[in-house]
Structure formats: C-alpha cells, structure tokens
Nanobody, 124 residues
Framework: QVQLVESGGGLVQAGGSLRLSCAPSGRTFNYDIGWFRESVRNERVFVAHISSDGGDVKYADSVKGRFTISRDNAKNTAYLQMNSLKPEDTAVYFC??????????????????WGQGTQVTVSS
C-alpha cells in the first residue's frame, strides 16, 4: 500500500506564498497526482491534478492563475506552488495518487493513495 507524505504547510499572510511537497513512502511514483483541500464540511475539494508524466495539468477555477502543480519524477516528488494566497485558501491540504490511467478526475473517490494532510493557514 502506497502512503503519501505531504510537507510545506504553515501560516502565511494574505498575498504570500507556500510550496507544498508530496512524496510516496515507497519507490513507485508512476501514477497521477491530485491535490485536494478539506472544506468546513469535511469534504475533500479538488484543487489540482497532474498526469503521471507531468504532461497534463488541471486546476479548480478557484486557484487558476495562483497555484501551480508540478512533479519531478527523478525525485519522486510532486509540488503545489501556491501564490497570492487568500484567507479562503485556509484548509488542510492532501495529496492523492490515482493509478487508474484514465482521464483526470476531480473526485476524491477515484484516488487510491492519500497522505495525512498538511495545514495551510492564511491570515488576513
């Protein structure tokens, strides 16, 4: 069972930046990666997705132009660069792995592997 580990969360002022990282506990990293954040209703809301080869990316409308998803397969690490952060970006952020080899999914149910989450807090 693959376990993903996120890092890079923290407290930042509005307008600031953070970079989240996601790495697997094992050596395999040949699956799509998604980033989600947990809403106040404990729902995991889609943020961004990147294909296994890094060639295809997808973003939620709420983060387009501010967040950038990327991956370095040589380092077995995916990233979420978050710029121009807003208080409404405050959440626990999770990375997830999708091994289906299908189209990018914005639904958490289609992801097989999850991390423990990292807290991002944006103060106004």
């Amino acid at each position: 069972q693959v376990q993903l580990v996120e890092s890079g969360g923290g407290l930042v002022q509005a307008g600031g930046s953070l970079r989240l990282s996601c790495a697997p506990s094992g050596r395999t990293f040949n699956y799509d990666i998604g980033w989600f954040r947990e809403s106040v209703r404990n729902e995991r809301v889609f943020v961004a997705h990147i294909s296994s080869d890094g060639g295809d990316v997808k973003y939620a409308d709420s983060v387009k132009g501010r967040f950038t998803i990327s991956r370095d397969n040589a380092k077995n690490t995916a990233y979420l660069q978050m710029n121009s952060l807003k208080p409404e970006d405050t959440a626990v952020y999770f990375c997830a792995g999708d091994s289906r080899r299908g189209p990018a999914s914005t639904y958490a149910v289609y992801y097989d592997y999850w991390g423990q989450g990292t807290q991002v807090t944006v103060s106004s």
